[in-house]
């Protein structure tokens, strides 16, 4: 299964599930990176990866517990002889990493083509400072085309670059879209 992914498949699939430990507190961000580069080309002991990293098991854990916590993860409990204890073998769930993947560059997609129905098909006023938001042609009537921060004078915006910027985001998002999908199909 992980043979058949290319250095791109496997650089989407790290940042998906490095992503849903970005508010983790407590883990180390490096730890956690190196860990999931590990169990993304292999299943492999807690303590092996420790070893290999050069950190603390528990460092490990923690990383390994926070991703089985959100369902991206699997274990296995296994003895050996090596080993006075039980051991847990770890891999990666690339089914449920590739989900929610999907899942979140559909979301992406979504928002996109919204700004570009919605907010991109209507004039937009601005009176050019930073700090003051844009406006919509009825709200900067109802201001009489001043701005109701700053008072200065509102005028359209062109919307032209980022229209364009937006379709070419939706592009990339549906070329990615595609991409994911057709791995999931790979993938069984």
Do not use: Q
Request: with cysteine; charged share 45%.
């Amino acid at each position: 299964m992980y043979a058949e992914l290319g250095e791109e498949d496997l650089e989407v699939l790290r940042d998906v599930t490095l992503s849903l430990l970005d508010s983790e507190k407590g883990v180390d961000p490096e730890v956690a990176k190196r860990t999931v580069d590990v169990i993304l080309k292999r299943e492999a002991i807690d303590e092996e990866i420790a070893e290999e990293l050069g950190v603390d098991p528990r460092e490990v854990r923690k990383v390994l517990y926070k991703l089985h916590e959100r369902g991206v993860v699997t274990f296995r409990k296994e003895r050996r002889e090596e080993y006075r204890y039980p051991v847990y073998s770890w891999r990666l769930n690339l089914r449920e990493v590739l989900r929610r993947c999907l899942e979140e560059r559909r979301r992406e997609l979504e928002e996109v083509e919204r700004a570009l129905s919605n907010d991109m098909s209507h004039p937009m006023f601005h009176c050019g400072n930073d700090d003051c938001p844009r406006m919509s042609f009825e709200e900067a009537m109802e201001h009489e085309f001043r701005c109701p921060k700053c008072g200065e004078v509102l005028e359209e915006v062109d919307l032209t670059e980022e229209r364009r910027e937006l379709e070419r985001l939706a592009e990339e998002l549906k070329v990615e879209i595609r991409r994911l999908e057709e791995l999931r199909e790979r993938l069984g």
